[in-house]
Every structure is written in C-alpha cells, then in structure tokens.
C-alpha cells in the first residue's frame, strides 16, 4: 500500500501535537496544580468536599492554583488521593485528603512553600532525591501496570490529556496496516477474554470476520454484576478513551460499523463520562465517518443496562438490547455468528478491550513477554476485605495468591490470620490459606474449583463464617437467575435455603450430601453460564471448609461466630470499667443495661447481635465477648434488671 | 389517550391514581413523542420515565406499550426482569444499603436492620411521609470503602451501625434548616 | 419432509430424520420417549427450560437439550445413561418441590404430563427429600374473563406463552418477574377485545401441560362437580 499524503497516523498526529503543548503548558504550569482523583470511589471518600476545601481556602489566602479531576489510582485505601504539582518540587501524592487536610496542604505547602506536609505524603511521583518514591513502596514496585497505566493520571473528561499520552497512536497504525493486521497482532498475542472465561479475543474476532453477513457489531460489555469487582467501573471512569480506541480496534479487526457500550445504569458517573468522551473522540474524527482519512467508519453509542446480573451472559445482553427479558439462550449459534438481530456480534469486557492498544503499540511479543505462556498479560484484581491496602491492583499473571495478598495488598489487617480468599465472585470460590499458592491463571485456578470471574478478590480472616459466605453468594445468583430453566431457578434456590437453615443451626447432616448432588445437578444441566458456575461457591467452602459446616449442624457453633442465630455477646465483668458508658451509649436497642454493682450487662432478648459495643468498648478494657453457641455465656451472677427498674427506664 | 386508559379501569384502580401520579401521566403523555416507535427503545423509554418522574406508573407502562406497538404483558414483563425499576414512588430521601461482597462481610445486612428500626419501614417499601425509602443494592462498586451506604446521591463511606443515627439525623436536621428557612421567607414575603 | 434424511444412532436404534431439524420430535416420532414439558411441535426457538429432554450425544463434554439440538448425519445419541437419568430425575424432583401436590382435586388428573413423567422416571409426584418450595403466589387468578390461572400448579414452560404470541390478533399472555417468582401475566379488562378472542380461543389451555391454565367454563363445572363429590362422601361419610 503507499503511503498516502495524509495518512492517519499524520492526520493523529496532529492532534496529538496540540494536545501535548496543552498538557505541556499544565505540566509546566507556573502556578500549582492540584489533581484530585475523582472517580466514584473518590467522591464516595468526600473528593468533592476536599475540591471545596481546596477552593475555598485558595480564595481566601488569595492563593492562584488550578484543580484538575482526574480518575482513579486503584489505591482505594488512601482515598481521596491527591496529587500536588508545585513549582520547584515533584509532583507529590497525597493519601486521605479531606477538606481539613486540603487547608493545611495550601496553608502549609502552596502559600510559603517550605512544607511539603510528609505526614500526608504517599510519595513522589517521579525520583527524587528529597522524597520517598511511589516505587519505594511494593504496592506500586510489585505492580505490572499496563492497561491501568494512565488511570488517576489523566484527566477522563480531556481527549487531549489521552492523546499526549501517546492515545489513539494504536488506532491510526491499525487504520494504516488494515484490520486482518490487527487481528494477526491480537492472535498473536494470545489475548484471552478479562470477562471471566478467559476465551481468546482474536478468535472470537476471527469467527465474526469470516462471516459473511453484514453489517457486523461489536459490543463492550460493561455490565459488570459480580459484588465486589468494581475494575470495569474505573476503566470506564479513568480512562474512557482508551476503551473507545480498543473499541474501535476491535471493530476494525471485525469489519463492524457500529459499535455499543453496554454499561449498566448503577455506574451513572461512567455512562456520562463515556457520553462525553463519545462526543470527542467524534469531534477529532477518531470515531464516526471516515476516521482519520482511512475510510474506516464507526458509530458508536452508550446502552444502558438497567440492572440484571445474567445479562452480563453475552446472549441474554443481545436479549436486553432488544427490548426482551434478558434470558439466555442456547448456543450454538453463538453471537459472533449470529447475534443481535441474527448479525455478527462480537461481545468483548472492558479489560479486554482497554489491552488491546497496549498489544498494537508494544507488539504482540512484548505483551507475550508479560505473564505465562498460556495466559500472557496482566490481571487486574478488585482486592477488598480484610487487607492492609485494598483496592485495584494490576499484577502479571502467573503470580501467586500469596504474593497478591501479602507482597502487594499488605497482608491481612490487625494481624490477624488469612483464612481465605473468595476469588471470581459469584460464580467463583473460597481457596483456603493452604491454597494461597495457587498461581493466578485462567487454567490454574479452575483446577482448584475457583476461577478468575470478573476478577473480583476477597480476602478474609477468621471472623468470616465460610458457610455464610456460600450462603450469600448463593442467595445472590439464586436472585439474579432469570428463571427460564429449573436447574437454575428452583435448584439454586433449594441450595439457598439448605446453607440458610445451616447458618440458623437448623441444617441436617444428610443435607450436606443434598448440596453436592444438587450442585453438580445444577453445573451439569443448567443452561447459561450463571447456573453453570452458580455452585461453585458451595463446593468449594464444602471442600475446604467442611468441619464449618459440621460444626454448625452438630454443635449448633459458628467457628468464625459470625451467623448471629448461633451466637451471643455478653459483657466480661473482670475487665468491664466502672463508670464507663461507651457501650450503653452506642447500643441500638438499648440492650446494655447497668446491674447492681454499677457493671454492665447485656439483656439477651433485646440484643440483635449488631457487634457495635465490641468497637465501642475501649480497647483498654476489651471487655465485650463473642461466643458461639448461646449457651457458652458464663454465669457472672448478673442479677437481671428487676422489672421495676426496667419499667423506671423505659419511662425516662 | 389518558382518559380512555382511565377509563378501562375499575373503580379502585381509579381511585389508586392520586392527583400526583395523575400530573406524571399528563408528562409522560407529552415526553413519549420523542422516542422513536421501535420495540428495542422499550427499555430505554422505562428508563427516561422512571429517571424523570422516579419510578414507573402501572398506566405509564399501558402507554409505552401502546407508543412501541406492544402488549401491555411485554412492557410489565421487562419492566420486572430488571432490578432497576420501581412502581411506587421513592422517598425523597432514597436510602440505598449496599450489599455487594465486601459491605456483606463487614455487615452491611446489619445495617440494613438499623435502617428498618430507626425508620420503621421494610426494605422496599417507603415511608408513609414519602421522606425516605429504603432498599438493598447488589453493589455500588466501592468495595474498598465498605460498608457503604448510598444517601440520595451520595454515597457515605465506612458506615457503621452507629452513624446510621448520624445520617439520619444529618437529613432531619437539614429538613428543620430548610423548614424555617422557608418560615422566615414566608414571613418576609408577607 | 423428505428433504435431506439423514440416518442417526439413539440407543443402538438407527432412525431416519431431517438433517438440522431438531432432535427431541425425531426421537419422539420413531417413538423413543423423551420426558419433555416446554417443548411444542412447529417452535423455531424452543426455550430449552425444563431441562427434562437432556441427552448424551458423542462428541459433547456436557448433556444437552435435545429439543434445542439440531440432528447431522451420523449422531450417536443416549438417552437412557445412568447419568441422564439421574439428573432427569433430578430435574423432576426439583419441578414438583415447588408444586403442591394436590392431583386429586386437580383439573389435569390423570391427563397431566408430569404425572406421565413421574412414571417413567420412578419419581413421587410430591416432593420427599426436598423441602416444598411454597411459591409467594395468588392460589388463583380469575380475573380473564374466559380463563383461569393456578400459578402454584405452574410449571413454568411457556407453552401458553408461545401459543398466544403466535397468534395474529391476540390476548398475549406473557411472563413476568424474575428467577423464582416468574409467573404469567394476565391484563385482562372487560372493555378489552383481545380478551374476547380468547372466548373461542383458548389455545393456552390446550397446551398447558399440567392443571395450571383451563377454560373458566371448564373449570368452574369441574369445580362444583368435585365439591358435590366431596359433600357426597361427607354425607356417606356420616351416614
């Protein structure tokens, strides 16, 4: 092919030399700039509040600086996060900046300059010889960030803030060297679906290419459902363009004119964020007619899921698209060969999408370089629960569980002692510390009974109550199946009220032997892949933690005391305090009572087990105590209160 | 339109449409010219509606059916596949408790019965004042601040059983503000 | 239908069907009897729901619906392997947990199809392991003018649901709800003439496998003979 005059990658580069003297022009802004990160996490952590706290003590210190919002770092435990560019230093991060701390950084900091406020820093942004680096840590140092690269970085609302980054580069280079090129590189590269099954992208592409109906669709599956994965989200909100170019790679690889964005309706910040960014990218022609000169269009436009978990199941997403109950349906025929309205639909995740840039700039052996032979790339994780640093983290594959959890995430918290991580969410499983080996693959951890789902991870200690957790994941599928086949409706549901009737000390050992079967029933004979998974939390806690279930049927006991039928709180009088009221005061139901010798006590009926008065209780007496079953409460010769004293209470 | 649609019904369904459900018809009578008649925009149409007026009208569904050529059983049947719509109108304090994974283990379904308790109200439903109604959410996505507790259309971080009394009182507090801000203006104005 | 015949193998027995036609009616017309509720002669896309018509076929990792399934030539089929019964069985006993049992005052007794299924399964018709499932339904929907509507006798296979929507002009019954509160949604008014069609209709009820959809003519005879039945055996009863 000849170059033509003006070929895409000039016609991008242009604009990209535009966007890079404007981003230039912030970076080497004269006057500080503060961004603050601003995703849905960020203002769940107050972001807007520490934006007001910044405004209004600029103005009243008479302070010029400029506030830009920016997406999220994935360090969910130091929200909100804020960086600081001021002249003559680093650029400095900034963990749990509220309003308060927002006056002291531009009281302390941006008005006389002298300090930097090390007691909020994280670090700096690039090497310095005055400050610690965000490298000095192993959350960044064990890192591998490809896909999450810009995330927190750049500002979402600005193309141009992508474009200098190197943005939309992929996409004119996929326009120059054609869509079979694309296709090439991302076979090559072995890219397997971030979904949760991990089938490969180019495949998928391939089959949708080689049909010959047209026109073709390519959609971005973004109804991410799993409780407790959240990465889809921040792709989304971070770093919308990036999604849109992997979009647009996709859909030339494919051979699609029109493009989707199925994002569901609970993520309101990233369907407007990726409006706008639409708009945009239309505006600079890297969407919609002719793109960059190349004759390659794409229409793209943003769905919005209105909430069902099973349409994150590629057939019952098309169901959705066309005003239907979003049902699964049989496959074959699968949507690459005909999906909505009987086209070529190629359905892809958002992380797959967001990799397929970095795969056309770096080539495909560098992505290979990354990761395992049979998974190459990087895994991004939403690691949540009893971590030292929770949050997204973007690690190699091939890593172990161990090195996630303890290297990069910290460790368990308050030192205690991992039990056991939930990982792939509903349609995943409880791997026990003894499994924490495992490596991090799509293969590896199907042979443990878990898999890698949507990614979501969550690591718990000893006070999580295995049982229970099958019981809610359970609960949760058997409320998201669609209803359409029995396996799925009434079997999840019997499962369900089995592991129910077990947490409330009602559960029969024969019943053990009825989840296994019901279980296995349901993974063979269901329909879609929400029944097909559905069990998995089951067997595994089954597998790995059976003495748990054991305990609670035989002895009424919950080992973790977590399921609050099987446990009661009593007060310890030995270390009780005189005096203190901490646990009165905190009670919702006015269960804690003062007994005759001015100690506290707890009346059994009015308590509903919420555990506030454990936190309330000073640490210096520790004196609240948790046992399971009931009747482990010692006999502390607590005389109840006399009904008289109790009515005098209640009439107060 | 609306009135014929009234007409079909039976007394006590009549007398259900109140003054205020009436007026949202009368609206999404003029909003759905603007939708094209294609059965694939059903759910977006539920959509605007229910962001427009917060949940959806039983003859508001009639209309739609009628405005993308459908069956009254096709709108209602997608209508209650999805969680995303209501048919009752929300508190205008919606309270929304997260129940995704990481807010479940560190209790958020205790949370969910601090809020019944202090509000004397059920999941799902709504108060009798129309002040706030509550409702359980699969996940919000901010995991790492659980438990979480979505307010209106903040969402409040690290909640524990004991700040349910705070948040609770934060909007009682802003009402009364608001309230005699309201008097006073009144007695200006007079 | 003599277009493309090809030759398959179910259960040793060699049978002649259509290539790409599905295989559970070819079964069911060389008379290899397939336990099957949501399926319906004619249906292009059949819902694939009752999960009763799981087969073993050469060549898949996992049993299938052999309703959904389209027949090449060649195919080697087992119907009747431990493992297809059981979970056949399986997926019965999970069907009637949620059923109340009640056969002899059902309108469908002797007639129903999950009856016929519990013989060739050796299943019980109520439900024993299993806990009864009580369905957060209405006993009864008598609201239509011309039909009646037992949703706890349900079995949720959208027979009806089909039928109605290939009508031309007509009532269009469709489910509701989600996962285990599906139910079929009835909007029906006097005022509304599709559910005057129904009156000479009632195609619904004629593919309703159980007793959970009937004629209200039907019905409410059925109804007043059993009460006489049953004030009769109370008087003998007492006599």
Known sequence: MTQLANSPKEHLLVHAERARERVKELKESPVPVIYVGCATCGRAAGALETIAGFEEVLKDNGIEARIEKVGCLGHCYAEPLVIIQNPGFPALLYQKIGAGEAGILVRSFLKDGSDPCYE????????????????????????????????????????????AVGGYLSLAQGLEKGGEWVLEEVKSANLRGRGGAGFPAGRKWEIARKVEKTPKLVICNGDEGDPGAYMDRTLLESNPHQVLEGLALAALAVGAERALLYIRAEYPLAVEIMERAIVQARGKNL????????????????????????????????????????????????????????????????????????????????????????????????????????????????????????????????????????????????????????????????TVGAMMGSGGLVVMNEDTCMVEVARYFTDFTQGESCGNCTFCRIGTRHLRDILHSITIGEGKMEELTDLEEISEAVIKGSLCSLGKTAPNPV????????????????????????????????????????????????????????????????????????????????????????????????DQGVEPLPDTEKEKEESK | MLDQLLAALNETERAAVDEEEYQILQAVVDELPAFSHEVSQLIPILQEIQGKHGYLPRLALDMVADHVQTTIGKV??????????RFNPPGRNPIKVCLGTACHVKGGEILLENFERRLQIKVGETSDDREYSLERVACIGCCALAPAVVVGEKVEAYVTPSKVEGIITEIEVRNEMAAREQAKNDATSE | MSDNLVTITVDDQKITAPVGSYLLPACLENDIYIPNLCFLEGMDDPPASCRLCLVDIEGEAVPVASCRYRIFAGMVVTTDSEEILKLR???????VSTNDGSCRTCIANHGCELQKIAKFLHQPLKTKRLRHIDREYPE?????????????????????????????????????????????????SDSDPASHDCETCLACTEVCPVGALSSKVKWTSFVAELEMKSAQKHKGGQG
């Open chain 1, 287 to 446: 969407l919609g007619a002719n793109i960059l000169g190349s004759g390659f269009s794409l229409e793209v436009s943003v769905f919005k899921g209105s909430g069902a978990f099973v349409c994150g199941e590629e057939t019952a997403l098309i169901e959705s698209l066309v005003g239907n109950r979003g049902m699964p349906q049989p496959r074959p025929p699968y949507p690459a060969v005909a999906g909505l309205d009987g086209l070529p639909t190629v359905i892809n995740n958002v992380k797959t999408l967001s990799t397929v840039p970095t795969i056309i700039r770096h080539g495909h052996q560098w992505f290979r370089s990354i990761g395992t032979e049979e998974s190459p790339g990087t895994a991004i994780f939403s690691v949540v629960g009893e971590v030292e640093y929770p949050g997204l983290v973007e690690v190699p594959m091939g890593v172990t569980l161990e090195h996630l959890v303890v290297d990069v995430c910290g460790g368990i918290k308050d030192g205690k002692e991992l039990k056991a991580v939930q990982i792939g969410g509903p349609s995943g499983g409880c791997l026990p510390a003894s499994l924490m080996e495992t490596v991090i693959d799509f293969d590896s951890l199907k």
């Open chain 3, 89 to 95: 069985q399986l997926a019965f006993r999970l069907l």
């Open chain 2, 76 to 85: 209602y049947g997608i209508a209650t596949f999805y969680n995303q719509f």
């Open chain 3, 140 to 188: 009864l929907v008598d609201n239509h003018p011309f039909l009646v509507y037992e949703p706890k006798k349900c079995v949720l296979c959208g027979r009806c649901v089909h039928v109605c929507g290939q009508l031309e002009k007509g009532y269009k019954l469709d489910f509701a709800n989600r996962g285990m509160d599906t139910i079929v949604s009835f909007f029906s």
């Open chain 1, 120 to 163: 909020y820093l994280i670090g700096a942004l690039e090497t310095d010889e005055n400050f610690p680096t965000l490298m000095d840590y192993p959350r960044y140092l064990y890192e591998n960030r490809v896909v999450m690269e810009h995330c927190g970085l750049i500002d979402p609302d600005e193309i141009d803030h992508y474009l």
């Open chain 1, 539 to 634: 067997l595994t806690t089954l597998r790995f933690f059976r003495d748990e279930y054991i305990a609670h049927i035989e002895e009424k006991r919950c080992p973790a005391k977590m399921c609050r039928p099987l446990i009661a709180f009593y007060i310890d009088l030995e270390p009780c305090a005189r005096g203190c009221d901490a646990c009165v005061a905190c009670c919702p139901t006015d269960a804690i009572f003062t007994t005759s010798n001015r100690k506290k006590a707890i009346d059994q009926e009015k308590c509903v087990k919420c555990g506030e008065c454990v936190y309330a209780c000073p640490p210096e007496y520790d004196a609240v105590r948790r046992v399971s079953p009931p009747e482990m409460i010692p």
